[in-house]
């Protein structure tokens, strides 16, 4: 092997082991902190949702905010089984359920629906969809936070 071709493996390696290191469970990703940005998602996405509800009830005037609002709900919808990794079942005070971990497959049906209903009311706005349309799609959306929330979110003490 060629000096120059040893370094270009060495770099690549390197380079490799960096990349994996992105997104992979570290060190980092402690316990009470997954936790703490789960209910930091889930807040944003309720208050998005908060917005919206403004907006659609004529409260706020901006109808030009509504497809920002919908597609961060639809983006955070994308990742939001990734906010429930096992460790974070405790470690911090938390709603989630152990029955998330338990019935994985369910719960990953309802993070679907999730994402399926914020994509489809981000696209019925992006596609100029009358407030009756975006109406029907705004409740679709909020009726998949409740099928998720019923069976995998304790209830507030
Ligand atoms: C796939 C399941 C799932 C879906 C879908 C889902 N949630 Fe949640 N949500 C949870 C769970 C579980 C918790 C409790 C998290 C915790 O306490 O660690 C939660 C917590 C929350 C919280 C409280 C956050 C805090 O400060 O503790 C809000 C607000 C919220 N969700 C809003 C929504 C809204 C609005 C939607 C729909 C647009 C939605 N969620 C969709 C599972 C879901």
């Given at each position: 092997?060629?000096?120059?071709?040893?370094?270009?493996?060495?770099?690549?390696v390197?380079?490799?082991?960096?990349?994996?290191?992105?997104?992979?469970?570290?060190?980092?990703d402690?316990?009470?902190?997954q936790i703490?940005?789960?209910?930091?998602?889930?807040?944003?996405?309720?208050?998005?949702?908060?917005?919206?509800?403004?907006?659609?009830?004529?409260?706020?005037?901006?109808?030009?905010?509504?497809?920002?609002?919908?597609?961060?709900?639809?983006?955070?919808?994308?990742?939001?089984?990734?906010?429930?990794?096992?460790?974070?079942a405790?470690?911090?005070?938390?709603?989630?359920?152990?029955?998330?971990?338990?019935?994985?497959?369910?719960?990953?049906?309802?993070?679907?629906?999730?994402?399926?209903?914020?994509?489809?009311?981000?696209?019925?706005?992006?596609?100029g969809?009358?407030?009756?349309?975006?109406?029907?799609?705004?409740?679709?959306?909020?009726?998949?936070?409740?099928?998720?929330?019923?069976?995998?979110?304790?209830d507030?003490?």
């Open positions: 092997m060629t000096r120059r071709f040893a370094s270009l493996i060495a770099a690549t390197a380079a490799a082991t960096l990349a994996a290191g992105v997104g992979v469970a570290s060190a980092a402690q316990p009470a902190d703490k940005y789960r209910q930091a998602v889930m807040r944003s996405v309720g208050g998005h949702m908060g917005a919206i509800a403004a907006i659609m009830k004529g409260e706020i005037s901006h109808t030009g905010h509504l497809s920002a609002h919908a597609n961060a709900i639809a983006g955070m919808a994308v990742v939001a089984a990734d906010v429930f990794p096992p460790s974070s405790s470690g911090a005070e938390t709603r989630a359920k152990p029955e998330i971990w338990q019935d994985w497959d369910e719960f990953l049906g309802k993070a679907e629906a999730f994402r399926t209903a914020s994509a489809n009311l981000a696209s019925v706005i992006d596609g969809g009358d407030s009756a349309a975006v109406g029907a799609a705004f409740g679709d959306l909020g009726k998949s936070c409740g099928g998720c929330h019923r069976p995998f979110r304790a507030a003490n």
